[in-house]
């Protein structure tokens, strides 16, 4: 028999880090102790509060049924004061906040709550994967943003032509951002609010790295900008915050509508997050943010520092990030993103991330993650300096 997969699969690209995960195992397998500053998952600990209050949730019966499809009211409600605690901006738990297996899951069902087959879908690129497929695989057509060290890897609104912005129906946004560790001011979310509402335009802002910052530097949410909340939803997440990314909890703020459509869609797909995870993330949510988020982004800023002076002295260009765990550098001249990216995982034995994994726009850029060791970082380092770049 023929398996015949739907069409919309081969909307999908070409699987980029499928390749360089073959690669990877080629060179672990010819015994080389592979440095991993490939992937967006904190190395660090979810805080032990957290873990010993899932440990307590587990043992009740209650929570071993299905959950509300919604979230629990108290981890909305828990969710809604940590945001108007850090951002200032006071929400309806009830009606303006949705629980998410993980926010990605609830960027990647958004789309099918509000994009009609033929509508245009503005996505930055390079930007993280699950904006396009989840555009593509409900018949919208992508419009991409282009992100450029030349506008500070922040898209230019003005450049977007009248008739694609008339056809939009949903733009994304996500700062700090992944790739680039670009960030933004809230004066930049005003003017995305006004180019949203003059087009009728939905405004789903992505903000998974809000608290991993550094120097003081507080990220804004999209709700700083005024009307905001006529067209707009806001993705948070526990996973990077907490260090909690298998855990799978995340939510989603902001328009009552948005929200409710977005519900309207889980109510149909899944049945929401395991209660025991909710109630843990409760604990998260209500106390711990100040003791180990803060000693995490010390080290993950002690990290960035080891890893921007280092790239600098081998004459690699970058920017020292004020928010992520992300340092974006451009390839030396006479390489690809690929083919550098290749060159220092066979011969350094370290893989990092090509810029062009997240979109034509990231061609000639290279990612590197924070989420190991000083140490394990040092030897990297050292290893890529080796090869005389
Ligand atoms: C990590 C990440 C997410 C979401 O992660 P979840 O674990 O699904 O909450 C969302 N957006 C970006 C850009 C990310 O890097």
Redesign the pocket.
Known sequence: MQTKTATRLGLLPPYLFAELDRLKKEVAASGVDVISLGI?DPDLPTPQHIVDSLKRAADLPKNHRYPDYEGLEEFRRAAARWFERRFGHRFDPVGEVCALI????G?ANFPTAVVDPGDIVLIPDPG?PVYYSGCVFNGGEPYFLTLTKRNGFVPDFSSVPDEVARRARLLWL?YPN?PTAATVDAAFFDRAVRFCLKNDIILAH?S?YSEIAYEGYRAPSVFDAKDARECAIEFH?L??TFSM?GW?C?FAIGNPQLISALGKVKTNVDSGVFQAIQEAAITALNGGDGDKLGEYCAIYRERRDLLVGALREMGLKCDLPRATFYVWAEVPSGYTSVSFTERVLKEAGVAITPGSGFGKGGEGFVRFSLTVSSERLTEAVARIKALRL
């Open positions: 967006g993980g926010s990605k899951e960027i993280y996500n992944n992505d998974a997440s996973s990077k990314t799978r995340g």
